[in-house]
């Protein structure tokens, strides 16, 4: 079992974890069949099937003794990124809040870093980059061993801190944060590489290094090829980098990767709601970029509700300069 999760870490193909689970619960009298659902739970999110994870996630926290408190961490780590995937800032933050705080009383550090950089995104999301600096701050305060030194994972919450530099144009502090978190993810495996990439990738076009953007989604879109995770990290490299092709002026190349995810016929079946929304934005980019503004505010009103009633006010303030430009 334990192998099985360090090769889902370390982005081995799901058949081949999923054989070894299978192996595991024939050799078991019992316990394992709580640990295998925690696995499995996490696979499930990894290939974008929340109903999926949540429903794993919920028998593996059933079947959970309650002194288990390292998986237990695990599985409320893991529902409450579902939650963020699914577009809800009023409920994903205070239940990645509180995975933190299981976490934490599990000594579970990794998920507590983790629990906390998704509280920094989901703090963008709602508008909140000072928020967003701080929970991106105490992750990398906790992100240290016995002698100080930064763990791997501090990497994800460094590139993070990167992107809230990036809103506030301070494009040197966020190239500096985006390189010593790549520099750092590296060293634990292929999860978090991919977004780092991109973020990089959007950092160096803001500061109009347009050949050192495309390298970043190059290495993005390798390390999505290899990672098993079904269609949909292959999708989000996609969209980042159709939204790359039409900033550099390559607008056929820009349509081409939108027809081979599919977005414009509403993308992935099951697609959770932040893929969605991020087909749709990039959808917009290419309406403005062709001057379609019938295309642009149709696409935009689509938007509007779910953001607004659901917390995600940066996006708001996004869609309302998206529309002015319109």
């Not at 292929?190 to 495309?214: F, H, L, N, P, T």
Request: hydrophobic share 50%.
């Amino acid at each position: 079992v334990y192998h099985a999760g360090a090769s889902l870490l370390a982005g081995k193909p799901f058949q081949m974890i999923e054989r070894e689970l299978q192996e595991a619960l024939t050799h078991s009298e019992g316990a394992t069949v709580a640990e295998v659902h925690v696995l499995q739970g996490l696979i499930a999110a990894f290939r974008g099937d929340a109903r999926a994870s949540e429903t794993l996630s919920q028998v593996a926290l059933d079947l959970l003794p309650e002194n288990d408190r390292f998986l237990r961490s695990l599985v409320v780590q893991n529902m409450a990124l579902i939650q963020m995937v699914e577009g809800d800032v009023n409920q994903a933050m205070p239940s990645l809040l509180a995975a933190a705080e299981v976490s934490a009383s599990a000594g579970n550090v990794m998920s507590q870093v983790i629990c906390l950089a998704h509280a920094g995104e989901v703090a963008i999301a709602a508008g909140q980059l000072v928020a967003a600096q701080a929970y991106y701050q105490e992750a990398m305060a906790l992100a240290v061993d016995r002698q100080q030194r930064p763990l791997p994972i501090m990497g994800i919450a460094k590139m993070g801190l990167g992107e809230v530099y990036r809103e506030w144009n301070r494009l040197q502090k966020a190239a500096a944060l985006s390189e010593e978190g790549l520099a750092l993810i590296q060293r634990w495996g292929q999860v978090g590489q991919m977004d780092g990439y991109i973020w990089s990738a959007q950092i160096k076009q803001a500061q109009r290094d347009e050949a050192g953007a495309v390298e970043a989604m190059r290495k993005a879109a390798e390390l999505a090829a290899r990672f098993d995770a079904s269609q949909i990290d292959d999708y989000m490299v996609g969209m980042y980098r159709a939204r790359l092709d039409i900033q550099q002026g390559r607008m056929e190349m820009a349509r081409q990767w939108l027809a081979e995810t599919g977005v414009a016929d509403a993308a992935l079946p099951e697609t959770p709601y932040h893929m969605w929304e991020l087909g749709r934005l990039t959808l917009i980019y290419l309406a403005i970029a062709r001057k379609d503004w019938l295309t642009t505010s149709a696409l935009i009103a689509e938007l509007f509700p779910f953001a607004q009633n659901n917390g995600r006010k940066g996006f708001v303030i996004d869609l309302f300069a998206l529309q002015a430009a319109a």
